[in-house]
């Protein structure tokens, strides 16, 4: 029997929609807490109860929801934020498609309590499966909060793909990190099984409000940076090379408000700190980015976290030049310092971390208060001096003008930036990269000893790390000025290619002139090389061609980014090793050599050239001092 053809029912449909809006738990979080931002919200407060699945509460003081709209705010495609099609080429809200609280409520028990400033008295609204069941007055604070339970009660096929509870927080938390990061002036509470597990004070102070998320050590680390010009805006910070992570989870793109995921821009961020930091380590990045909206194409993904952008070379030329005069700008010498005490320790545990998310208590705390003493520790970090800053507006009362204590880190963390970019301001250039130094002596062969003139710090060079600076730069230099000798072969070596390698070499015939190889084709899919760069020494002239046709494959497609790896290599070969002796003469030759270098604190590969430890900090370690 053939099979008809069929319209599907309002109740399945809607279930298949909200497959691609309500993934999982964090999807929703995701949909309420930027239709709270859209709403013109200054305080948002997110609750949630075993990962998302029994029990999400997302509460704003925003516009709210006029009584006459509540019916088609649950209908799909019913929206405030665009009327055509062409608005969507200046959208600048969160959300627009208008399929959020239609598909949510879709698949789950919901509740929404709302009151516009022109009402004197809000509603209550029950909605099952996507229809309203129950609405009725009631007396509420200004804004929306919607209460989702038992999210895919209704389609248990999807319900038993979630997660753990401890996963699925997991996923909530990232939204919600990533949200509070997006807006600095809204305060953002998040409170995870009765535990607060951040509070930003929504000042639209950008330090303040990454150390409540991120803590006084992540803090510490960053430079700040700015760019503005042909109508687009960049601020920011970026990480100390020498505070880098695994991944790339902790790099963050703001688009108009918008956190996005962009590959092109990461690529720009880690090309600036080229030969800064060790292979597979990735720098932290925060960057707000303001472009014209009709320049900027979100309605790619459901998920809206890509983007396309009309200017997107010139967008990612200027990240890259804007950071690389940061990292040029400072001093990048890493500072050695010796473990805290036990007190210290203790102190930061109170600070809320991003990285510590896990559910390690039961106790039903005081939310108001709790978080003020774990987060700020006014007392004990301020040594009984407070700083006061306007109270966070909360959604019980949010015009209530009070103060609270902010912690003296938060003071120390802003200087700490400023010190961090004392010379980023500058218009010169620097031209005294190392420290004034004293050679006094050498350690295993492989330290060179040095003493500030200026009395109060210590210095170690690993001189093999430099002299691999030194020669690195001094090979780029000959490649960059293309001042190539080729070295012809006294039997020209033929080599046999698939038909793919041989097409990827045509196309990419000019690139391998440039480089210094002599190339000719040889009958079918088959070259014979005749000649080849002496920058790379004698290689092995096969192995060499194939590794740089390899890396086309990769997209790699400018000369500087495919010989980048063999310089380094070469440098590494021919660089004094630990060990080697070296006579004063050659010491001072090597530090003289290495100031002229365009980044002396690490080696090409990224390791450090020269560590500093600070008088205070050795005092500190023979209990000169406490």
Do not use: W
């Not at 700020?376 to 507006?393: A, D, M, Q």
């Not at 097409?503 to 210094?516: D, P, S, T, V």
């Amino acid at each position: 029997m053939a099979n008809n053809i069929r319209l599907l029912d309002d109740n399945t449909i809607n279930k298949i929609a909200a497959g691609e809006v309500v993934e999982r738990p964090a999807s929703i979080v995701k949909e309420l807490v930027e239709n709270s931002i859209d709403a013109k919200s200054d305080s948002i407060i997110i609750e949630i109860k075993n990962g998302g699945k029994k029990y999400i509460r997302v509460s704003d003081n925003g516009i709210g929801i006029d009584k006459e709209d509540i019916d088609l705010a649950f209908l799909r495609h019913s929206t405030s934020k665009i009327n055509k099609a062409e608005d969507l080429s200046r959208v600048i809200s969160l959300g627009f498609r208008g399929e959020a609280l239609a598909s949510i409520s879709a698949v789950s028990q919901m509740e929404l309590i709302t009151k516009t400033d022109d009402n004197d008295i809000g509603n209550q609204v029950e909605v099952m499966e996507g229809k309203i069941r129950d609405m009725k007055n009631v007396g509420c604070p200004k804004g929306t909060t919607i209460i989702v339970k038992n999210i895919f009660f209704n389609t248990p096929v999807r319900k038993k793909f979630l997660k753990s509870d401890n996963a699925e927080s997991s996923h909530i938390s990232d939204i919600v990190y990533k949200l509070s990061l997006s807006y600095p002036n809204i305060s953002f509470k998040y409170i995870r099984d009765n535990k607060v597990i951040i509070k930003t004070p929504g000042k639209d102070n950008l330090l303040s409000n990454i150390y409540s998320i991120f803590g006084k050590d992540f803090t510490d680390s960053l430079f700040k940076t700015n760019y503005s010009g042909d109508d687009i805006k960049i601020r920011g910070f970026v990480s100390k090379p020498s505070f880098t992570r695994g991944n790339r989870k902790h790099q963050y793109f703001f688009i108009n408000g918008r956190y996005i995921e962009d590959k092109k821009i990461s690529k720009a961020i880690e090309e600036a700190y080229s030969t800064l930091i060790p292979a597979n380590r990735f720098p932290i990045a925060i960057l707000y980015i303001n472009l014209p909206p009709n320049e900027v194409d979100v309605n790619i993904h459901p998920n809206k976290i890509e983007a396309r952008f009309e200017r997107e070379d010139t967008l990612r030329k200027i990240i890259y030049k804007m950071i690389k005069d940061v990292l040029k700008n400072n001093n990048l010498i890493q500072e050695a310092k010796l473990n805290k005490k036990s007190k210290d320790r203790n102190e930061q545990k109170n600070i809320i971390n991003i990285l510590n998310t896990k559910e390690n208590s039961k106790e039903k705390e005081n939310i108001d208060n709790k978080i003020i003493k774990n987060s700020y520790k006014t007392e004990e970090l301020n040594n009984k001096t407070k700083v006061t800053l306007n109270k966070i507006p909360t959604r019980e009362n949010d015009k209530e003008d009070t103060t609270e204590t902010l912690s003296k880190d938060i003071i120390k963390a802003e200087n700490k930036i400023k010190e961090n970019n004392t010379n980023y301001e500058r218009e010169e250039s620097i031209t005294k990269k190392l420290p004034n130094i004293k050679i006094i002596g050498k350690l295993f062969s492989t330290y060179l000893l040095a003493e500030g003139l200026d009395n109060e710090a210590f210095y170690m060079i690993d001189q093999h790390a430099a002299h691999e600076r030194i020669m690195y730069e001094k090979l780029k230099k000959q490649y960059k000025n293309e001042n190539i000798t080729i070295q012809r072969l006294l039997s020209p070596e033929v080599i046999n290619l698939t038909h793919g390698e041989f097409e990827l070499y045509k196309n990419n015939f000019q690139l391998f002139k440039n480089m210094g190889f002599e190339i000719e084709e040889f009958g079918v899919n088959s070259i014979i090389l005749r000649g080849v760069p002496m920058i790379f020494g004698k290689p092995n002239t096969r192995g060499l061609f194939l590794d740089i046709l390899d890396k086309l494959h990769e997209n790699i497609k400018s000369n500087y980014e495919v010989r980048l790896e063999k310089i380094m290599k070469i440098s590494c070969t021919k660089a004094i090793k630990a060990g080697d002796r070296m006579e004063t003469i050659e010491i001072n030759q090597l530090l003289e050599d290495l100031e002229k270098t365009e980044k002396p604190y690490t080696c090409p590969h990224g390791r450090p050239v020269i560590i500093k430890m600070t008088k205070y900090e050795l005092e500190k370690k023979f209990k000169r001092i406490q």
